[in-house]
């Protein structure tokens, strides 16, 4: 993978790796269409005058109908479920489940019989990232139950289809299109929901939560999202959802002092290892040489 490709990688483990924290925080005092409408609405409302400033409405328009099928596979319909289930089970479990996307994405890949090649390197990679994440969490699927860890398979399959998308029905079009138009559809769609369910009182860490969400984990975030999956791949690209779950249990340990236990000090480095060899590509005899020297200087 390239240096961008490593960049745009780490930027995203950052910023997919905080949300679950802030959104159990603002499910505290928000309906789940309430969060999803005010994550999309300002992350649409900073990003549309950019779109309009650099002339790209038109691509939003010409593109109009797959950019709703994304909108609502990648977070509009995700988004409400993943909140509505942290109400009920743990946000190491949540991201636990989340880990399944990049297997679901090696499985949806061959079914379509792609031509982005799944090595066995790759199949390694993906194992060990697994069996990290299960370190990591401790496998502690205690206090969840069967109706909402469903609930996060099809977050997960949601998760896994939108990548997809990105890679073949809309790389041509600027990411910051794309998530500008998604964003507006999914909050124009919840606005209905949101005005009959808004709360009545919300202290100002929950609005913290969300605009942390909204600016970073939202507009930010997948803007940056879409330029990964154009440089390493869809498949490659979910990943790293292997190093968001990690930075979220270190990120427990160090604010939330969350015991720091053996699964988080095995886990994390296989994790870590799991990622580089599932985002690298395999070295041949032939290529030996110069895929090393790329693995090395990226």
Known sequence: MSRRGWLLFVTMA????IPYLLIRVAVRQLDPGVLVLSRTGPASLLLLPLVIARGQFRAIARNFWWIVVFAFVEFGVPWY???????HITSSLTSLLICVVPLFSVAV??????????????????????????????????????GWIGLMLVVA?????????????????????????????????????????????????????VAILAVACTAAAFVTFFELVKEVGSTRSVVVTYVNTALAVVLGVAFLREPLTT???????????????????AASTSKFTSDADELIHG
Request: net charge positive; hydrophobic share 50%; glycine share 14%.
């Open 263 to 281: 699964g988080i000090l095995i886990g994390f480095p296989l994790v870590l290892i799991g990622s580089v060899i599932a985002t690298s590509r």
């Open 14 to 17: 950052v910023l997919w790796g």
């Open 157 to 209: 399959f949601g998760y896994t289809l939108g990548p997809i998308i990105l890679a073949t029905k809309l790389a041509s079009v600027p990411g910051i299109a794309v998530v500008a138009g998604a964003t507006g559809v999914v909050a124009i769609s919840w606005l209905p929901w949101s005005i009959a369910h808004w709360p009545h009182h919300v202290d100002h860490q929950t609005w913290e939560s």
């Open 81 to 87: 479920l993943m909140a509505t289930a942290e109400r």
């Open 109 to 146: 890949q061959r079914v379509r019989r792609t031509d982005e090649h799944i090595s066995r390197r790759r199949l390694l990679g993906l194992g060990l990232g697994a069996l990290g994440v299960a370190l990591l969490v401790g496998l502690g699927i205690h206090g969840g139950s069967i």
